[in-house]
């Protein structure tokens, strides 16, 4: 399997200072080619174009989640079941 790169869906604040915050994590692979840029597609097959990229690396983190501890809540079951968590 490739990289793969995840992704935070994010909501859509209302008030104009207020921040976003993450609705759903997704998986993406990479872009074919690069490192740590997702693909155009999650692997539930949402488009990456208005997600933010995950400052948290899989690859770095061997025998871990691939979302990361601290979002287990958020984690798309459809991503999930496609690399295997």
């Not at 976003?20 to 690069?34: E, N």
């Not at 097959?45 to 983190?61: I, L, N, R």
Request: hydrophobic letters at 40%; aromatic letters at 8%; one cysteine or more.
């Amino acid at each position: 399997m490739s990289e793969i790169v995840v992704v935070y869906e994010l909501d859509k604040p209302t008030a104009a200072d207020a921040e976003p915050s993450v609705l759903r994590v997704h998986a993406a692979p990479a872009a074919p080619g690069t490192v740590g840029v997702a693909g155009p597609r999650t692997y539930c097959g949402h488009d990456t174009f208005a997600m933010e990229v995950s400052p948290w690396k899989p690859a770095d983190h061997p025998g871990g989640p691939w979302y990361g501890g601290q979002n287990v809540g958020l984690v798309c079951p459809a991503c999930d079941d496609a690399v295997g968590g």
